[in-house]
């Protein structure tokens, strides 16, 4: 009889226990990690970029076809018309842009966001030395690219003002040009003044970009990979796509990105051309001579520096060294530098 009854409670408690189960809802399985963030970059970074741009486009584009003062006038007013800073600062948000359009680099960094733990130390190594992004898997080819399409503007450019500086020897032919510049010093302040005024860049190109920066609209630009090191200019540039690949490239964090991009040596560059420039529109009196200042000061030297910038090899320019024609007429022979003689050595006594 005890056994029945204790069979019996058995029974009871496993259908009991069966019941409750059965009543009790199923615990829920944990949740899914967030999403990584997009891809972001802050419109006032693309608009640095769309501003460096559309300088390096329109000035690029001046001909040394001259046919008066006044076309020259305007040339130098084109190309006087950026601040060094912004400019660099531009060269560097246009690099990142080119960098977010290798798919490679951005899936590299994208392997970082979706850890949010794992998403804040890369973000917190990249701001603390910008060169850690070239560990990211990726980063070759898209320094291929930036490389690429900054040496090529830079190139584009300097070649543009090669071909307007020696116009200022070859239009000299022309009365005109051997003619006063009017308001000489009108024209040398208001130089001046356009160098301490931000560029703006073309709407239509700031709206391309940005949908490149968001990898809607491709740029189309291709390159080889490139191989370290890198100029700081470069890894700057990657340094800010990889933040904004890791959702940090928003407007909340505009100043934190302006400082990554700050790269003093380029900006350095860039403000020599400028004071070269001020030097030679000082000194310049006819008209031949502010095609100079405008072909070697605004264009040629700007080039260089963006060239520099790129990391790729600036271009070479040969030293002159005047040849003098013998008495007797014959070939002309180039004069050697005297070397400094040496000391004679003292006897010791």
Known sequence: MTSAIRVTGTLAAIAFAALLSACTPPVPPPAPPP??????????????????????????AITPDFADGDQIAKAVTVGASYEPKQLQRGATAYAAIVALQDPAFVAGVRTYAVNVDQRREVVAAILKDPAYVVGIAGSASAAGLVKNALGAEGQQLYDAGKAVKQSAYDIQKQKWSKSDVVNRDLRLSQAKNLSATPVVGDL?????LQQAALGAAPLGVTAEPAAPPYSPIVIR?????????????????VDTLMAVMAEPNVAFCMNMAKLNLYQCLA?????????????????????????KASGNTEPYEAKFIPKIKVADGSAPYQVTPAKTPAKAATKKR
Do not use: W
């Not at 239509?204 to 391309?208: H, Q, S, V």
């Not at 001579?289 to 700007?302: A, S």
């Open 283 to 307: 000194v310049s009196k006819p008209h031949y001579e502010d095609v100079f200042c405008l072909g070697q000061h605004i264009m040629m030297d700007t080039g260089r520096c963006v060239i």
């Open 35 to 60: 999403p990584p963030p997009a891809v972001s970059l802050s419109p006032k970074l693309i608009e640095q970029a769309a501003a460096y741009h559309y300088y390096m486009a329109h000035v690029s």
């Open 237 to 253: 540039g990657m340094a800010v796509a990889a933040l904004a690949a890791l959702g940090e490239g928003g407007d909340a964090n």
């Open 204 to 208: 239509a190109e700031t709206a391309r």
